[in-house]
């Protein structure tokens, strides 16, 4: 097996094993890697670069858009609305060539991944569902209300729920976990 392979396989396991407030966290680590990425691509003039970090970061805020539970906190369809937003701006980067717009996405996303962080190293508890919304930590509700003007601190958490747990032996697909 060679390196990239080994990598890979372990990159796999990592995802296999981690728990739906990890897997939440990883998505957000790689949500701002490529926007990070995107915009050093985008100041270097390296257009297909960034064109694939914009592509892929979208991927991921198409995922957390879509394992968002509305049910679960008032402030979920601001934070859906969010996600429209910043897919939105990094279509515009990715058009237009503007790294003005993914730094705009990585100042608004940012705080989310930093909140997410503090509820997982906390112990935010699954709920039977595999989401993170049955505890309300404190940054993720501070966020909420004072992005949204809801949810007062310790009210609410955001209620995405982690991407499916995929079975053994299957790639991390297009969003690059495996």
Sequence with gaps: MNAAQKRAQLNR???????????????????????????????????AVASENLLHAQAIVTELSSSLRR???????????????VT????????????ARTREAIDLLEPLRTAWHE???????????????????????AFGAARFGTAPVGAASFG????????????GGMLGFG
């Design 119 to 141: 509820a997982a190293a906390v112990g935010v508890p699954p709920t039977a569902t595999g989401s993170a919304a049955g505890s309300a930590p404190v940054a993720a509700a």
């Design 71 to 85: 049910d679960a906190w008032d402030g979920a369809d601001g934070l859906l609305g969010l996600y429209a937003y």
């Design 13 to 47: 396991e990592a995802i296999l094993s981690a728990s739906p407030a990890r897997l939440l966290t990883m998505l957000y680590d790689r949500l701002l890697l490529d926007l990070g990425r995107a915009e050093a691509a985008q100041h270097a003039a390296d257009w």
């Design 160 to 171: 995405n729920s982690a991407p499916p747990a995929r079975p053994a032996g299957t790639s």
């Design 88 to 99: 939105t701006a990094m279509t515009g980067a990715n058009i237009h060539r503007d790294p």
